[in-house]
């Protein structure tokens, strides 16, 4: 199983960017699935969005547009790029990674997760 490292969280003014990264460990890597999700203080853990060990991706409404999930399995890194950011896309940004049976939106399916990076977006 792989382990998963966040990073590239923190504070940005409405309209900005910001880009998060997720390391992982294990050879492995390329054959998973891996999402991104969040989490705002007081409301359940939200899907954002997903690429399977094929590329292929989707997203979740809120975000489409503006987000955009890419992976490198050489550098065994799955990043999320955020641009146009408004204060509701205040979360944890967690990144997980899904052994078996290509990407989804339901955070059960998943059996890898990091611990999470804090993104704010003010006003």
């Known amino acids: 199983q792989v382990q998963l490292v966040e990073s590239g969280g923190g504070l940005v003014q409405a309209g900005g960017s910001l880009r998060l990264s997720c390391a992982a460990s294990?050879?492995?890597?390329?054959?998973?699935?891996m999402g991104w999700f969040r989490q705002a203080p007081g409301k359940e853990r939200e899907f954002v969005a997903a690429?399977?060990?094929?590329?292929?991706?989707f997203y979740a409404g809120s975000v489409k547009g503006r987000f955009t999930i890419s992976r490198d399995n050489g550098k065994n890194t799955v990043s999320l790029q955020m641009n146009s950011l408004k204060p509701e896309d205040t979360a944890v940004y967690y990144c997980?990674?899904?052994?078996?049976?290509?990407?989804?939106?339901?955070?059960?399916?998943?059996?890898?997760w990091g611990h999470g990076t804090q993104v704010t977006v003010s006003s």
């Open positions: 997980a990674g899904r052994s078996s049976g290509g990407s989804s939106s339901i955070p059960q399916a998943y059996d890898a």
């Open positions: 294990g050879r492995t890597f390329s054959t998973y699935a």
């Open positions: 690429i399977g060990s094929a590329y292929g991706t």
